[in-house]
């Protein structure tokens, strides 16, 4: 991909400088962002309520010069020490000569989304590790190492789980359902077994009729069926009263409170304009949940639908999981590379697990696991349903591990806003009192 840059900003005088040969591809570094977040890791994104962008984001949303403008402001204010170099790309700059330097994520990503004429996570510095945009942007190499670095995405699954699911190994629909019900367990204390059972009990007898199969499903069946898969440990279904964790789910479809905060975050008293109204977060099927933090979201498909998928799990999707990881952030900025936020995408007869973290400088990382099946019949309802299970577990102690580094977490008192230079009292609108160090500039 070739873009050209007529910023007229220091990227030029970079581009003059470096030979990117084989250490980078030809994009050349163009931003866009509306959030003053740049020491959030993830430096915000475009407005995608403003210009010629509607509320809930779609793929023909078109992005406007202004909004380039203002992306390519805020990209400039990032420290430039903090950004992501790979060792690939070192590697490769080095091999070129030794006048190449090597070009971080941050600014690879930004050539991208100033060269972008659409709407794209991009503008808010996610880079989505499977999103085929970015393979003219990265080296396969860099690719690989961007997905690989620490922490893995696939945890252990609880030994108890394996346990468990090993014992139901080759099993029939019949004896899985037998297994269940008989399964000894305390259900006041024995959260894991309880969910098994009941997870086992109610998906299994689904398909005990001879003439048994799932077929084409409406959003609500998936939402009653489905989704208590996949909320694991987080939740039971509606049959269930007791929940397993300090973790829900809330299903009816409500908006993101961190999404509706960070919409929100520049609003001001009505002065020489008239105050802006709230606005609404983006609203997802499920959404994760221990207190009031949210720890991630799931938004589902009634039918298998590529459109569908890309504009939900590609687009939408990443830019609430990214509001909920800045939300936390703002509370823990120190936990930046502790916070992992989970998001499903039930794509019909599919669900995909995504791991939204920042390992390093501003970039919000989106990693996947290949689309699991749900059992569609008796045949391979055991295998299936297995590996849904070990699919939830996996959600599960991804948020268990981003709340423990939370509760860890010893918040010291601090000021909302610091000035970088105190206001001289002359300039103060009082006569008599200093103006306060923790006002606007």
């Known amino acids: ?48 309520g403003s210009a010629e962008s509607s509320s809930v984001p779609f793929l023909k949303t078109k992005i406007t010069t202004e909004d380039k403008e203002r992306f390519r402001k805020t990209f400039e204010s990032l420290d430039s020490k903090k950004f992501w170099v790979l060792k690939a790309t070192r590697e490769a700059a080095a091999a070129a000569g030794p006048d190449v330097i090597p070009v971080s994520v941050e600014e690879k990503m930004a050539a991208f989304a100033l060269s972008s004429n659409f709407l794209h996570p991009a503008h808010s510095l ?42 139901i190994h080759g099993m029939s629909t019949e004896d899985v359902y037998r297994y269940s019900r008989s399964l000894p367990h305390d259900p006041s204390k024995d959260h894991l077994k309880t969910w098994f059972s009941l997870t086992l009990t109610n998906s299994a007898s689904s398909f005990l009729c001879d003439n048994t199969g799932i077929g084409r499903i409406g959003e609500a069946d998936a939402m009653s069926t489905c989704t208590p898969h996949i909320i694991g440990y987080c939740a039971l279904d509606k049959m269930c009263i007791k929940k397993l964790t300090t973790f829900f789910s809330d299903s009816k479809e409500l908006g993101s409170k961190a999404n509706s905060f960070a919409q929100n975050s520049k609003r001001k008293l009505s002065g020489l304009e008239e105050a802006q109204k709230a606005r609404g977060g983006r609203r997802m099927d499920t959404i994760y949940k221990g207190g009031e933090v949210e720890y991630g979201a799931v938004e589902i498909g009634n039918r298998a639908d590529s459109t569908k ?25 120190e936990l930046q590379n502790k916070i992992h936020i989970v998001g499903y995408n039930i794509n019909g007869l599919s669900v995909q697990l995504m791991d939204f973290d920042s390992p390093h400088g501003y970039v919000g990382r ?27 577990a996996l959600g599960e102690n991804i948020i268990k591990e981003t709340e423990a580094s939370l509760a860890n977490f010893d918040k010291a008192l601090v000021s909302s806003k610091s000035l970088s230079k105190r206001t001289s009292r002359s300039s103060s609108t009082s006569t008599n009192q200093e103006p306060s160090s923790s006002s606007s500039p």
């Not at 980078?24 to 407005?47: F, M, N, R, Y």
């Not at 942007?137 to 961007?146: D, G, M, Y």
């Not at 998928?309 to 509370?331: A, C, G, Q």
Request: glycine share 2%; hydrophobic share 30%.
């Open 1 to 48: 991909m070739e873009t050209t840059n007529t910023t007229g900003n220091k990227y030029e005088g970079v581009e003059k400088r470096r030979k990117r040969a084989a250490c980078t591809s030809s994009t050349e570094p163009l931003h866009t962002h509306t959030q003053d977040t740049q020491q959030k890791c993830v430096a915000g994104s475009i407005d995608s």
């Open 126 to 167: 996610i880079l989505d590790v499977d999103e085929n945009s970015w393979a003219d942007v990265f080296t396969k190499e860099e690719l690989i190492e961007i997905q690989n670095e620490e922490p893995p995405l696939i945890r252990q699954t609880p030994e108890e789980l394996d346990q468990l699911l090993k014992e």
């Open 366 to 392: 989106i990693r996947r696991t290949k689309y699991t099946d749900y059992p569609t019949s008796k045949i391979e309802f055991t295998t299936r349903i297995s590996t849904l299970i070990r699919l939830a």
């Open 309 to 333: 998928e890309l504009n939900d799990s590609r687009l939408k999707l990443p830019i609430v999981l990214k509001d909920m990881f800045l939300k936390i952030h703002d509370y823990a900025p």
